[in-house]
Structure formats: C-alpha cells, structure tokens
C-alpha cells in the first residue's frame, strides 16, 4: 500500500487551511511532495520511518513525509559527487547563469515561498519575504562573484619564475540548517558554493521540510533549463540522523553546520576526525549597550525589533540589554510601554508582530528560564505570559519578556532561544565592555550612543569579542554583502558576503620556472 499522506488535519480547522495553503504553494512553485510508503512492498510488513510537518500556527501535523535514511543519504551523496566531476569544470560565469536564473525564479514566486516560510517557521508576512528576499539578494551577490573569483600574484625571489595561487572548486558540500531560517541559510551555502563549482546535499530542519522541498525544486528547474543535471542540488529529509550521516561522510568536503551550540559540538569533532572542513553557525546571545548619550527613541526602536521580532527566534536576536544606570529607569520605562502594546497572534495577519514559538518545548523552556531568572533575583517587568490565540489552542504563543537582573547569572549566560530581553545596568564603559564579553557565546552586538569615542572603543580590538560589531542599530538584521557569523561557541564560520566563499573552495599555490636554470630558494645548493 502506497499513499501520499497519513495525517489530515479535521475539515474547517486552522490546521487543514494550512495545510491546503502549503500544498497550493507547493503546486505553484512546482515543486513534488514524495509520497510515503507505509508498508515495505517486499516484505509487506516494515514501515518507513517518516517526520511529521507541523506548523507552529497549528500546533498539529499538517502533512507526513518519508525520511531518509542512511542509504537514501549514501545515494544523495554520491549523486551528488557524480555531478560535481562535470559541474566544477563549468566555466564560472556560466555557473552564475544558473544562480542568476535561480534569483530570478525566487523573485517570481517570492510570495509562494514566503508563505510557505510562515507556515512552517512561524515568522510573520513581512519577515518571510525579507527571508526570501535575502536569498535573491545572495544570488544577485554570487552572480557578481562568478566572473570576479581570483587568486593573487606573488613576487617569486627566484629570477623567471611565476608564484601564484588559483582557487579550485572544492566538491560536495553539505549544508545542515536551523528551523529559524529554513531558506536563507541554504541560499548563502549554495549561491556561493554553486559559483565555486561545488554541488550540495542540503538536510533541512525537520519542522521546516516543505520549504527545502521548494528551494530545491527553484534551483532544479534553473539547473533543468540551461542542461545541467539536477544532481548539482539534493535535499535528504530527515532529523538528526540523517544530518548525522551526512556529517560522518568522508566524500563531504565541506560541512556548513547551522543551529545549536550543542550541535556544533557533535558535528565539530566528527568532521575534523575525517580530515574534512566545517563551517559552523552557532547559537548566540546578543547585547546591547546603551549609554548616557543615546539617542533613545532610536535604541528603543532598534531594541524591540531585534528583542521581540521573529519572537526572539534569531541567532542575532537581542538577549542583553547593558544600560547605563543613569539612563536605564527611562529606557525600561519607554520598552515596557511599547512591549505591553505588541501585536501578538497569527503571523499571517496584518498588523502582527510576534507569531508563535516554534513549539510547546521552546514555550516550557521559555518559562523555566524566568522562574530561573527570578530566583537568581530578577524582576520581570512586563510579558512573560503562554498568550491563546483564538482558534490555535495547539499554538505556543508568548507575550516577549522584559526582565531587570542584579547580575549576570548562568540563565542570563545562556541562550534561550525565545523572546527574553534582560536587563543589566552599568557605571563605565569599561564595565560594561567586560559584561558584554562575559559570555561563552560570541555572534552579534550593538552600542547604541552619540559619543565618538565610545563607538570607537566598543568597535575597537578592546571592545566586543563578536563577529558582527554595530553602532546605533541593532543586532540582528545583517545584509548579505558582509561576512556572516561569530566567535567564540558561536563556531568561528563566516558565511555569505565578503571573502567566505575562500571556505568553498581550495586553494592552490603554483610556481611556474620559464627560465633555463633551476635556482632551489633559500639559496640551497644541491650539487
Ligand atoms: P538544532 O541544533 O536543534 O538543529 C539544527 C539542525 O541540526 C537541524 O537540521 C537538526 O536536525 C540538525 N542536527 C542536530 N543534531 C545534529 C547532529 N548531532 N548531527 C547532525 N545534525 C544535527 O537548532 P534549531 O533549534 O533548529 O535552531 C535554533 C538554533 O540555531 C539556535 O541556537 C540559533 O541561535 C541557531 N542558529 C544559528 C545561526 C547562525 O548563523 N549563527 C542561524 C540560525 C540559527
């Protein structure tokens, strides 16, 4: 027995509109939903392992989809490897063609994709279509890159010789991704790899498989059009195993690893163990600081949305608040007011602003670590509360926290991926310098003043210890053009703009003699 689906969510509910929305969108995109053999044809008993698709608007499986197992990842990588041997010798402007091309679809059914985004992420409308747009945004970028890839030119100390490097394509990358950006991040990898000559085996979260189904279907159908074959692009579905057998594979070159810090330190030593490469994209646990000058109509703006926006969902999202204590009743004052009036509800209507957590696990972890907070002394001074949406009982809606802290305690030092912002106070910059740094995680920071020298100290190698350092914005919200990533347990990976694409390729040195001699460097002489 075959059949496409095992769950129906009952007729009239938020659950079966979701549904049918996702596969609308699916249609129009193009993209196959696999369908789900129950029973094992050869021995009639078996069944195949599946994920659910459940969407945090419901709380309740939408869809069932197959999930790969090991050999379905084994298959996925050696398609994959075959692929590379004729994609890497395409010429590199031609590989931009089909990332161009691939742009250009995103932006045709940009709404479809975005849609699909918010069933499965939770996100609202307009952040979904930011996410899209990042990912036509990364395609624009990596055309560019494709006729612009280069290796420099040394002086060789020997007379007629030539010292250079050239950039090789690198092989199959593999790429894990978070639920919180179920598109974006696959956009950065695979842009950028596809423009280095590499191929990709893509394992989605397994709460976001529809939105991957879709991705890839785009960047087949590009590959489909200019003759390539579509090898070039793989999805396996699947949770942790799956991406675990992706991990351990030797014939992966690169692993671009996005989610938890947990994850990075399984994922990390795995790969190194083989000899391969890893790019990790880690947790963070992002702060502000605001001192005396700021401009505080503008840092209230830049702090709610990174605190509050994506319902604190976002690596990038702002955790700590450092406040000068001469500036801090009114800063909390001002938060608290426009905090007690945020939108929360369905992310697809007008006006919201905070969807949902991504599930009752995100909302309980939530909620234990105010009642950590509180015992450790902490105030919490508005939100905080599990919030009903009408229709959604299965939701895991919250109202965003705001919490005044004596101290910055272990809950404070850790990463709670909801929207929590904690509030700590200062007397000197280089205080608050030491409680920005004073945590294991090292992704995004901000300082919001009007002062020179502040913004150049916070800025400079005595300031914040992170990978994205900004002035009087926020912490979450970066462009593509630049590096993306963080230090510490962060993971240390850069993705996106500037130089990361170096990651995706590998690097050779060539010395080429045109002269009739052989001088050996350093001088040595060998008879
Ligand atoms: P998660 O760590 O639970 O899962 C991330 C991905 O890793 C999933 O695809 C999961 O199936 C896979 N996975 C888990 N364990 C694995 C293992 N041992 N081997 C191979 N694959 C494994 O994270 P999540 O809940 O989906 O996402 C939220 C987390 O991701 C937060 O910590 C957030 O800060 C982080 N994140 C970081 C960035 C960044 O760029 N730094 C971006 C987005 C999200």
Redesign the pocket.
Known sequence: MTTTDTTTPAAGTLGAELREAALAALRRIGADVPSVELVDPADGTSTRSTIPVVSPLAGEPLLTLPEAGAADVDAAITSAAEAFRTWRSVPGPVRGGVVRRLGELLTEHKADLAELVTIEAGKITSEALGEVQEMIDVCDYAVGLSRSLGGRTMPSERPGHRLMEQWHPLGVVGV??????PVA?WSWNTAVALVCGDTVVW?????TPLSALASNALLRQALAEAGFPEAVSQVVL???E???A??ADRRVALLS???????GQ??APVVAGRGGRYLL????NNAAVVAPSADLDLAVRGIVFAAAGTAG????SLRRLIVHSSVVDDLVGRLQAVYAGLPIGDPRADGTLVGPL?DGGARERMLAALDEARADGGTVVVGGEAVEVDGAPGAAYVSPALVRMPAQTDVVRR?T?APILYVLTYDTLEEAIALHNDVPQG?SSAIFTLDVREAETFLSEVGSDCGIVNVNIGTSGAEIGGA???EKS??GGR?SGSDSWKQYMRRATNTVNYSTELPLAQGVNFG
């Open positions: 894990v991704s978070a639920f919180n950006f991040v394992k989605p979260s397994e709460k699947g949770a942790r799956a991406g675990e992706l991990v690893a996005t989610g938890s810090e947990r994850m399984q994922v994209e880690l947790g963070g969902q976002r690596c990038t991504t990463e991926f992704l993306f990533g963080g962060t993971g993705e």
